[in-house]
């Protein structure tokens, strides 16, 4: 009877691979992801990979320090294009950061179980991407260390920020999922820590685990609490992620720029914000994999269901590209028209062609099954579609402005050397804290992985399932 | 200090061990018929049906959740109307000053905001978690039990404790039986 339990098929496609290697049981499941913590060994590539990003990170000390040397004047938004990469990187980057929430959250009430090895990073990634988003409108204040005057609070300027505004929106959207994130990520992380705290051998790994996992013990009690907490934690996040790349469409759809002004901004972000979210999670596992030696945790079938998730989002956003385009026709509005035809003839047309080739055409190959399990070809085409939604938050932003109502004010942007540093910056500290991450902190969520072992699906007679 | 070392090393309860949660369910199901009211077991990972076999009650916590996003809610949608209307009332494009639907996005997030936050403190706050020390930390196999073990512990201040009785029962369950000091 525990045979049939165990056997039974719980994802659709999962016939093919398991969800975790054979031969698995608790303890070869705590050991082997512990082990890449606790280890003292560093492996020279590590060291190599975490010195180049954080160079790299480095930059964007620099870049900061002459923006705010010099002021914000060393990037190039200026009228009309008065939103360049600031913004772009802003989206593109809080987009990456929705797939881990996806993963966390979405896929645990719809209970994927494939979901388990890929969250604890894929949530990492939500954190790290969401602090990379947050240095763009930060530092696009000009003075930082102002930035708490976006909040609502009594001042003795007798001031309140405007809540009609989806600028303001923004503020609470942003702030919200860099906080829910942070606490699911490391609600998540309670029991592991308690795990690396009984396991880890020398005293100060000890005392910081301690102090982390709280004095967490594995009680009943504590664990129906906690699961309690933990799935409502999912309930929450899933709505908020929808809310989130929607306020941040608003940003644009609420205006009247043609281009921006269309309904179908909402949806059509989502969407483009999984895509881009799961290409990136593709770009980081495959390495992280091959490099630890992961294929028992990350098998073939994360990476094919992972690809599947990217082919269906990719032609939602695919999808809206074609309303985009008639939008601009049914709309019967001069501008909106001007707007699509100079997307595909103006001065910018690379970009849009470019933009069709990486998020429209390239995705497509991931059709055949042969093709989704060729590692080296989808860890290329999860890159593709990074640019290809940095593309496109370059065509919504840049190529909508640059032609204004009065051609006497039309314009040509190109981004300044800053801009280009900031940019390079960012994806740096990114870098470095995956990097710091998978070495400090599990980066496999053990007891969840262990749910996955073939013993601790089996139930005694009694008891009837959950 | 002093007259700690003068007493004996005072109990906390019988700890047996199990290999898997199902030799531990049966356990702790059996302790419950038995009349064993404080106790309770430890787990690497949850494990359905061992808190109802303890005779746990369920958790509060989904409707402080629910309470959480209710103050969130309100107090989100009063700030805004409150700044609109009250502090700050300013005319744009000739709306209203309550002009509620420009207020929702915000207030869905605070809403959010504060259901998550009640949900981990709430969770945290109600396990008694962070709590530097326990007694159960005082067993050395214990460091398995975030491993690959599973524990059930008796404490002594069930009425039914006897250092004899209760180590006999536990001793008919499983192979591993100790006794935790306090």
Same mark, same amino acid.
């Given at each position: 009877m525990d045979k049939e339990l165990v056997q039974k098929?719980?994802?659709?496609?999962?016939?093919?691979? *398991?969800v975790i290697g054979p031969g698995h049981d608790y303890t070869t499941v705590t050991d082997k992801i512990s082990e890449l913590v606790l280890t003292t060994k560093i492996h020279k590539e590590w060291v190599i990979g975490f010195l180049f990003s954080a160079s790299l990170a480095s930059l964007l000390g620099v870049a900061m320090y002459f923006l705010l040397f010099k002021?914000? $004047?060393? @990037?190039? *938004?200026?009228? *009309?294009?008065? @939103?360049?990469?600031d913004i772009i990187n802003f989206v593109w980057w809080i987009g990456i950061g929705h797939a881990g929430t996806l993963i966390s959250a979405i896929l645990l009430l719809l209970k994927q179980e494939w979901r388990t090895s890929i969250n604890r990073f894929a949530e990492a990634m939500t954190l790290f991407a969401v602090a990379c988003a947050g240095m763009y409108p930060l530092m696009h204040t000009g003075?930082? @260390?102002? =930035?708490?005057?976006?909040?609502?609070y009594p001042n003795t300027m007798g001031m309140w920020p405007q809540p009609r505004s989806p600028l303001l929106w923004d503020v609470f959207a942003v702030s919200t999922y860099a906080t829910v994130s942070a606490l699911f990520w490391f609600v998540g992380l309670i029991p592991d820590l308690a795990t690396l705290r009984d396991k880890a051998k020398h005293t100060v790994s000890r005392y910081i685990f301690g102090a982390l996992s709280m $004095? @967490?013990?594995?009680s009943a009690d504590h664990w129906q609490r906690y699961e309690m907490a933990y799935l409502l934690l999912a309930g929450l996040s899933t709505p908020l992620v929808v809310s989130v790349h929607t306020i941040v469409s608003f940003d644009f759809a609420i205006g009247i720029i043609p281009g921006w002004h269309t309904t179908i901004f909402p949806p059509y972000f989502v969407a483009g914000a999984i895509f881009a979210g799961f290409a990136m999670v593709l770009t980081l596992a495959i390495p992280m994999r091959a490099f630890y030696k992961l294929e028992d945790f990350i098998t073939m079938h994360h990476i094919e269901n992972m690809c599947k998730v990217m082919l269906a989002t990719g032609i939602i956003v695919v999808y809206g590209y074609f309303l985009e385009v008639f939008f601009g026709w049914y709309s019967a509005n001069e501008y909106e028209k001007a707007v699509i035809m100079n997307r595909f003839t103006g001065p910018y047309a690379w970009s849009y062609w470019a933009l069709i080739f990486c998020n429209g055409l390239a995705p497509q190959i991931l059709w055949w099954k042969k093709y989704r399990r060729n590692l080296l070809l989808v860890w290329i085409i999860s890159n593709i579609v990074s640019v290809g939604m940095w593309l496109e938050r370059w065509v919504i932003i840049v190529v909508s402005l640059h032609?204004?109502?009065? *051609? =006497?004010s039309w314009g040509y942007y190109t981004p300044t050397i800053f801009d280009e540093a900031f940019f390079a910056g960012t994806i740096g500290l990114f870098l470095t804290l995956m990097f710091l991450f998978v070495r400090l902190l599990p980066s496999i969520a053990m007891f969840e992985m262990k749910l996955l072992v073939p013993a601790a699906k089996a139930r005694p007679e009694s008891e009837g399932g959950h | 200090m002093s007259h700690a070392a003068v007493e004996a090393p005072k109990t906390f309860g019988m700890m047996a061990e199990f290999d898997d949660h199902q030799q531990l369910i049966k356990a702790a199901a059996a302790a419950h018929a038995a009349g064993y009211r404080k106790m309770d077991a430890y787990t690497p990972y949850p494990v359905h049906g061992l808190s109802e076999a303890l005779g746990q009650k369920p958790t509060k916590i989904s409707s402080l959740v629910l309470l959480g996003g209710f103050i969130g809610c309100i107090g989100g949608f009063g700030l805004m109307c409150w700044i609109t209307m009250v502090a700050y009332p300013m005319n744009v494009a000739g709306k209203p000053n309550y002009s509620w639907p420009a207020f929702i996005p915000i207030t869905f997030e605070t809403t959010v905001l504060v259901a998550a936050l009640t949900a981990v403190f709430g969770m945290l706050a109600l396990n008694g978690?962070?709590?530097?020390?326990?007694?159960?930390?005082?067993?050395? +196999?214990?460091? +398995?039990a975030s491993q690959d073990r599973f524990f059930l512990c008796i404490e002594a201040v069930d009425p039914k404790f006897d250092p004899g009785s209760t180590r006999a029962f536990l001793a008919q369950h499983s192979a591993e039986v100790m006794e935790v000091d306090a």
């Open positions: 098929p719980i994802a659709v496609g999962i016939a093919q691979d *398991p002021g914000i $004047g060393v @990037w190039a *938004p200026n009228v *009309p294009v008065g @939103w360049g990469f003075r930082p @260390w102002l =930035a708490y005057w976006m909040l609502p $004095g @967490w013990r594995g032609r204004d109502f009065i *051609p =006497a | 978690l962070p709590q530097p020390y326990h007694p159960v930390f005082n067993v050395d +196999r214990f460091k +398995r």
